[in-house]
């Protein structure tokens, strides 16, 4: 059975830093584009950031650029979001979801994910 885990969510002040894993299971991550997308109470699903298959390429969303850093690491099966200066406006459930189409090229878009987490929530607030 195909399943991704995301881990590392928390409640952490503004200004602090937390670091997400996407951990695969039932499959390996080599050949699977993967994106972070967050979700917050009462809006839509928006794309964070997303990285190619090798990791050569990647794309983040204009309110996350300078502030999150998406990586992989695709002997330990694992892709992880690295995110520094948080704002409350950051405050969601993360989820991270995995593109078997378009591996070379990752995108936003979530139509494209065809596997998805469960979630973690990531709360910033004083």
């Known amino acids: 059975q195909l399943q991704l885990v995301e881990s590392g969510g928390g409640l952490v002040q503004p200004g602090g830093s937390l670091r997400l894993s996407c951990a695969a299971s039932?499959?390996?991550?080599?050949?699977?584009?993967i994106g972070w997308f967050r979700q917050a109470p009462g809006k839509e699903r928006e794309g964070v950031s997303c990285?190619?298959?090798?990791?050569?390429?990647?794309n983040y969303a204009d309110s996350v650029k300078g502030r999150f850093t998406i990586s992989r690491d695709n002997a330990k099966n694992t892709v992880y979001l690295q995110m520094n200066s948080l704002k409350p406006e950051d405050t969601a459930v993360y989820y991270c979801?995995?593109?078997?189409?378009?591996?070379?090229?990752?995108?936003?878009?979530?139509?494209?994910?065809?596997?998805w987490g469960q979630g973690t929530q990531v709360t910033v607030s004083s």
């Open positions: 979801a995995a593109d078997p189409q378009n591996s070379d090229y990752p995108s936003l878009l979530l139509f494209l994910y065809d596997y």
């Open positions: 039932g499959f390996t991550l080599d050949d699977y584009a």
């Open positions: 990285i190619s298959s090798s990791g050569g390429a990647t």
